[in-house]
């Protein structure tokens, strides 16, 4: 069974940085398409960012292009999020999630996604 668990969340203020990692124990994470996903309070959970298993292929949603950057680290077998330049609006609960999909795919709906982490919470405020 594929556990996830997020870190690097926290308190920060707006136009700071975060990075967010999602690591696995015990399986590697270089047979799943890896995606981002936030909740804030009274909202649906979207999709943020997804990385390919291969790598080779990222989505962002509109409202973080330019500010995120997705990547994986087979090497510590974690996938990271890069967030910079945020906003009160990215407060949010942030989820990685897991899914298995061909190679060069990965996708920002969660339907897609079988396995689910706890979440970290980010907040951007001053």
């Known amino acids: 069974q594929l556990q996830l668990v997020e870190s690097g969340g926290g308190l920060v203020q707006p136009g700071g940085s975060l990075r967010l990692s999602c690591a696995a124990s015990g399986v590697t994470l270089d047979y799943y398409g890896i995606g981002w996903f936030r909740q804030a309070p009274g909202k649906e959970r979207e999709g943020v960012s997804c990385i390919s298993s291969s790598g080779g292929k990222t989505v962002y949603a509109e409202s973080v292009k330019g500010r995120f950057t997705i990547s994986r680290d087979n090497v510590k077998n974690t996938v990271n999020l890069q967030m910079n330049s945020l906003k009160p609006e990215d407060t949010a609960v942030y989820y990685c999630?897991?899914?298995?999909?061909?190679?060069?795919?990965?996708?920002?709906?969660?339907?897609?996604?079988?396995?689910w982490g706890q979440g970290t919470q980010v907040t951007v405020s001053s």
């Open positions: 999630a897991a899914g298995t999909f061909f190679q060069t795919m990965c996708y920002v709906s969660t339907w897609e996604y079988a396995y």
